[in-house]
Each structure stands twice: as C-alpha cells, then as structure tokens.
C-alpha cells in the first residue's frame, strides 16, 4: 500500500545488530539490518532457520534488545542499542500485537474473553472489552464461537482469535512467527489472507514470519534473511 503522508511509518530499524557472547564464542545474530514498514502494509520474512529472523522480530518486539541500532515505532523513538527510551511493557500492550505458531489461548477463558482480556490489562471497562472483542470476532468470521473454550475450536479457529487478540488495542504494529505452521495450506493461506486484510483494512504493519512460501501473493513485500542479514527478495517474479 501507498504510505499515508500524514502518518509516520508504522516501524523504522536502523542498524540493527545483535551480537551474542564475546571473543571467541561470539556470534553475530543479525548484522546491520535496516527496514521501514508503512500502517497498511503486510511484509513477509523468509529464511532458513538459524537466519536471524526470529531475532529480528523479537529485537522489533521490544521483547530482545539490538546490540545496536535504533528502533522507531510509529514515529516515537523507542530503542537506542540496549537502551530502552520508553516503558517497553506499556509501550508493547499499547501500540504491538503478537501471534505465534501456536495460538496460546488462555484454556479456561472462552474466545471472547481470550481477547476481551488483552484490553482489559489496559484498563479498558469489562463490558466495552468485551463489545470490542465481539465486533473482533465478528469481523474476523468466528463470532459465532465467541462461547467456546479453545480445545473446542480448530487450529485454524484457534489462530483466527489470536489474531483478534493482537488486534484488541488497535497496535500500529503486528508481529507474526510462524502463524500458520501447525495449520493445513487451506487454513494456512485463510490465515495469512487475514493478516492482508487486517493491514489494508484496519490501517497496521504486518510482519509474518514464514517457511510457507505458497502464500507469497498475499503479501505487498517479500524479505530474506540469511546469516543475520536482510535482502529484498522477489515476489512474483519482481523485484519488491
């Protein structure tokens, strides 16, 4: 998508490396990575494992800091290096939403609740959680079941109320590792057409972490990371 002159980028690193250990155990996770994303643009990242891109996702998640570099979210500067210029737990419920391989539903909360709960740490009042959280699973077609625990909802019923979660506090910012790999390629691509829709529609940055490379046409940008780094690839036969 076009990016809005209005908005800052949804995310900017600049120079991120991450180096771990030092001397001679020293290994070098992610090397000099630079990206910006723009609100509306779903990007996937390929690479093999060991490629740093789970770094990279956890570094931009503010959930592992870069060696160096500088992270901006949404216009606010949020990480220099290791230096955290923001509460980082505030900042990530209020401005990130997460979806992982598995969808780490809370098993004795039924799917409105698993995501009327995210807002609620937020100190949004119970009932409007719980109506925003309905018009979620409305949206992302599995209202009708809002009153089921999750071992009575399918894998890819499961990953559509987690994303409904990362979208509770309206993030500038989704993050997804491996979304779809416990789900078949029907429910796999359904799943990741949903991350499209959400950033073309709901106006956030998707980053999805992917081995599955049948569902490339969904994405407005394709990256590669090998041994740390990041490279455009191609995304249907174009350079993106």
Same mark, same amino acid.
């Given at each position: 998508?076009?990016?809005?002159?209005?908005?800052?980028?949804?995310? $900017?690193?600049?120079?991120?490396?991450?180096? !771990?250990?030092?001397?001679?155990?020293?290994?070098?996770?992610?090397?000099?990575?630079?990206?910006?994303?723009?609100?509306?643009?779903?990007?996937?990242?390929?690479?093999?494992?060991?490629?740093?891109?789970?770094?990279?996702?956890?570094?931009?998640?503010?959930?592992?800091?870069?060696?160096?570099?500088?992270?901006?979210?949404?216009?606010?500067?949020?990480?220099?290096?290791?230096?955290?210029?923001?509460?980082? =737990? *505030?900042?990530?419920?209020?401005?990130?939403?997460?979806?992982?391989?598995?969808?780490?539903?809370?098993?004795?909360?039924?799917?409105?609740?698993?995501?009327?709960?995210?807002?609620?740490?937020?100190?949004?009042?119970?009932?409007?959680? =719980?109506?925003?959280?309905? $018009?979620?699973?409305? !949206?992302?077609?599995?209202?009708?079941?809002?009153?089921?625990?999750?071992?009575?909802?399918?894998?890819?019923?499961?990953?559509?109320?987690?994303?409904?979660?990362?979208?509770?506090?309206?993030?500038?910012?989704?993050?997804?590792?491996?979304?779809?790999?416990?789900?078949?390629?029907? =429910?796999?691509?359904?799943?990741? $057409?949903?991350?499209?829709?959400?950033?073309?529609?709901?106006?956030?940055?998707?980053?999805?972490?992917?081995?599955?490379?049948?569902?490339?046409?969904?994405?407005? =940008?394709? !990256? $590669?990371?090998?041994?740390?780094?990041?490279? *455009?690839?191609?995304?249907?036969?174009?350079?993106?």
């Amino acid at each position: 998508m076009t990016a809005n002159a209005n908005h800052p980028p949804a995310v $900017e690193a600049i120079g991120l490396t991450k180096i !771990y250990g030092s001397g001679n155990t020293e290994v070098v996770a992610m090397k000099d990575v630079s990206v910006k994303l723009s609100r509306g643009e779903v990007v996937a990242l390929l690479g093999p494992s060991g490629a740093g891109k789970s770094t990279f996702l956890t570094a931009v998640g503010l959930i592992n800091p870069p060696t160096s570099g500088r992270i901006v979210i949404g216009g606010e500067a949020v990480m220099e290096g290791e230096r955290a210029l923001v509460d980082l =737990r *505030a900042f990530r419920r209020q401005h990130l939403g997460f979806v992982f391989q598995k969808a780490n539903l809370i098993p004795f909360l039924n799917a409105v609740e698993n995501v009327a709960v995210a807002m609620e740490i937020n100190d949004v009042a119970p009932r409007a959680a =719980r109506q925003r959280a309905m $018009e979620l699973l409305d !949206y992302l077609g599995v209202a009708e079941r809002a009153n089921n625990l999750p071992d009575a909802l399918s894998g890819g019923q499961q990953q559509r109320v987690a994303v409904a979660r990362a979208l509770a506090n309206q993030p500038s910012l989704i993050l997804a590792d491996e979304p779809t790999a416990a789900l078949d390629s029907h =429910r796999g691509r359904q799943v990741m $057409e949903l991350f499209r829709k959400v950033a073309h529609e709901r106006g956030s940055a998707v980053i999805v972490v992917t081995h599955d490379h049948r569902s490339l046409d969904v994405f407005d =940008r394709t !990256y $590669e990371m090998e041994d740390g780094k990041l490279r *455009a690839s191609l995304h249907d036969g174009h350079a993106v």
